[in-house]
């Protein structure tokens, strides 16, 4: 079974100072882990992916994030933030189904991120 | 990035009424998905679809709930009786071949059952 655990619930920064989202995950095989962000009323939009190459993944907007296998984690960064940052994220994992080929998506509660002038 | 549209961008309907949520991808695409987001809550995987079949539902996809793709191009997801807890924002998602590729979202429809 696959899940993740987003560590906060909500975060604020002031604009240009550093961003950090934290998330756990949980998957008994080799996962795919992802951030979608979604700001309001919109839809979700693929910020990066991690898909057992590179450790450190670079994603739009200035975002990035590091898989670390042995704290299962996938924490988003990012050096400065922007107003227009201001927005849910979600830390997201994918499992190949055993014995098939199904990759559903498993969603953490979302941090929402603030930015303050 | 591939394009999804999904139609209605909102849809309010009476308890017990027959909704159809539709969604078009605009490329080939081998994979599709519908995923709910109630208010508040984390999005959750509602079902996916795959080589014109279900390959999974989650527990939150009863009788209630049936998915097809009836011209080859549109992927619909029908609530045959709405309940009030069906309200939610509902997003397709689809997914090319490759194991590693990405799920591209709609920008979802929300469902507001009175």
């Known amino acids: 079974a696959q899940s993740v655990t987003q560590l906060d619930s909500h975060v604020s920064v002031s604009e240009g100072t550093p961003v950090l989202l934290r998330c756990n995950y949980s998957?008994?095989?080799?996962?795919?882990l992802f951030w979608y962000v979604q700001h309001p009323n919109k839809g979700l939009q693929l910020l990066l992916k991690?898909?057992?190459?590179?450790?450190l993944v670079k994603g739009i907007n200035g975002f990035e994030a590091e898989f670390k296998k042995s704290e299962t984690s996938f924490h988003l960064t990012k050096p400065s933030a922007h107003m227009s940052d201001a927005a849910e994220y979600f830390c997201?994992?994918?499992?190949?189904?055993?014995?098939?080929?199904?990759?559903?998506?498993?969603f953490g509660k979302g941090t929402l991120l603030t930015v303050n002038p | 990035e591939p394009e999804v549209t999904q139609t209605p961008s909102h849809q309010v309907t009476q308890m017990g009424q027959e909704v159809i949520l539709r969604c078009v991808p605009i490329?080939?695409?081998?994979?599709f998905y519908w995923y709910r987001q109630i208010l508040g809550q984390k999005v959750e995987f509602l079902v996916s679809?795959?080589?014109?079949?279900?390959?999974?539902k989650s527990e939150i996809f009863d009788d209630q709930f049936s998915v097809e793709r009836p011209d080859g191009s549109n992927f619909t997801l029908k609530i045959r009786s709405t309940k009030l807890e069906d309200s939610a924002m509902y997003f397709c998602?689809?997914?090319?071949?490759?194991?590693?590729?990405?799920?591209?979202f709609g920008p979802g429809t929300r469902l507001t059952v009175l």
């Open positions: 679809f795959y080589n014109n079949e279900i390959s999974e």
């Open positions: 490329s080939n695409h081998l994979y």
């Open positions: 997201v994992v994918s499992d190949p189904k055993s014995g098939g080929s199904n990759y559903k998506l498993t």
């Open positions: 998602a689809i997914k090319g071949a490759g194991p590693t590729d990405t799920q591209y």
């Open positions: 998957s008994s095989y080799s996962p795919s």
């Open positions: 991690y898909t057992s190459a590179a450790t």
